[in-house]
C-alpha cells in the first residue's frame, strides 16, 4: 500500500515537476516578452491583444483550455500540496543556509503565485469573457489600473513578475537535477549561473511592460494614424496623486 502511494507520488511529482516548464514556464516566457512590447507603445500592446482575438473563437478557448488553464490548475494545486508538506528546512538551524533558503522560497513563491494568479487571470481573461469587451485587458485600462489608488496595484504587480520570475529560474536548476540533466558539479554550476542571468533577464522584461504602461499616456495617442501619434515619453508619476 505505502509503496502504491510512493510510486503514484512519484509519478504526480514528475508531472508537476515538467508542467512547471512545459507548458507554464515556456508560456510565461512568451507572455512576458509579448507583454513588454507595451515598453515600445500602445499600439504595440494592443496590437498583441488584438493579435489574439483574431483568431477563431473556438480554436483560442480551445488552446487556452490545453495549453494553459487545465496545466496549470494541475500544477498550482499539485505544487499547494506540496508546499503544505514541504519541511521548512529555513527554520531548522541546522540547514540554515542558503540553498536550504532558496527551496524553501520557492515553496512561499508558489504560494503567493497562487493568489497573485488567481486575481490576475480573473481581471484580465475571465473579465473579457465575462463582459465580451476586450477593452479591460487593453493598455488604457492598465494604465488606468496601474496608476490609481496610490499604485499599489503596480506594486502588486511588480512583485508578481518578480516573484514568478524567481519561481520559473529557481525552477529551471532544481529541474535539471531532478531529471539528470545536469549531473557533474560543473554542469550544475553552469546551470546555476545560467538560471541566475535568466531571472535578471525576465524579471527586467515583466517591469520594462509595467514600465510601459506609465511612460506612454494612451489619452495622448493618436490610434488611427501610428506615425503621427504622440506619446508621452517622460515618466508621468507627477500627474497621479497619491490615492
Ligand atoms: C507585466 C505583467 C503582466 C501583464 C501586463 C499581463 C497581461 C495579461 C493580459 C492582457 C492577459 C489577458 C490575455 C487574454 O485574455 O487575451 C493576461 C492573462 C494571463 N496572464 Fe498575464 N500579465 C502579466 C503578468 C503575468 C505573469 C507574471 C504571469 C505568470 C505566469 C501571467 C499569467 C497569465 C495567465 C495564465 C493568463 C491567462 C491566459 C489566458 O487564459 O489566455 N501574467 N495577462
Ligand atoms: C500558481 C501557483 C503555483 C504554485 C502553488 C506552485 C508551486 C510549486 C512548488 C511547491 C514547487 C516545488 C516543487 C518541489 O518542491 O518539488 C514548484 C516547482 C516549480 N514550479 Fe511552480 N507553482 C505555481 C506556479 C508556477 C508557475 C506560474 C510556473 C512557471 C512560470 C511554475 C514553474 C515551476 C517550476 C519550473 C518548478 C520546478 C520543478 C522541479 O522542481 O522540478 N510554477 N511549484
Known amino acids: 500500500m505505502s509503496l502504491a502511494i510512493n510510486r503514484e507520488n512519484y509519478f504526480w511529482h ?17 507572455h512576458l516578452t509579448l507583454n513588454s512590447f507595451a515598453f515600445d507603445s500602445p499600439e504595440k500592446f494592443n ?25 496549470l490548475l494541475f500544477h498550482a494545486v499539485y ?29 512561499w513563491s508558489g504560494i503567493f503565485l497562487f493568489l497573485f494568479l488567481a486575481y490576475h487571470i480573473a481581471t484580465t481573461t475571465i473579465a473579457k469573457y465575462m463582459t465580451g469587451n476586450i477593452k479591460v485587458i487593453e493598455f488604457a485600462a492598465w494604465h488606468e489600473k496601474l496608476t490609481q489608488y496610490g ?14 520570475s524567481y519561481h520559473l529560474c529557481y525552477g529551471i536548476w532544481n529541474f535539471c537535477i531532478r531529471w539528470g540533466i545536469t549531473i557533474s558539479d560543473k554542469a550544475q554550476e553552469r546551470i546555476q549561473k545560467f538560471s541566475f542571468g535568466m531571472f535578471i533577464v525576465v524579471t527586467l522584461l515583466g517591469w520594462a511592460a509595467l514600465f510601459g504602461f506609465l511612460r ?28
Open 151 to 164: 499604485y499599489i496595484f503596480l506594486v502588486i504587480y511588480a512583485l508578481g513578475v518578480l516573484t514568478a
Open 14 to 30: 514528475k508531472l508537476h515537476s515538467l508542467t512547471g516548464i512545459i507548458p507554464v514556464g515556456f508560456y510565461m516566457l512568451q
Open 47 to 71: 496590437g498583441v491583444v488584438g493579435f489574439f482575438e483574431t483568431l477563431p473563437k473556438h480554436f483560442l478557448l480551445v488552446l487556452e483550455i490545453v495549453a494553459i488553464w487545465l496545466p
Open 79 to 107: 505544487g499547494l500540496f506540496i508546499a503544505n508538506r514541504g519541511e521548512v528546512n529555513y527554520f531548522n538551524k541546522k540547514y540554515g543556509w542558503s540553498q536550504n533558503r532558496m527551496y524553501t522560497f520557492q515553496r
Open 216 to 243: 506612454h499616456n494612451p489619452s495622448e495617442v493618436s490610434v488611427s494614424n501610428e506615425s503621427e501619434a504622440v506619446h508621452v515619453m517622460n515618466f508621468p508619476l507627477p500627474q497621479f496623486p497619491f490615492a
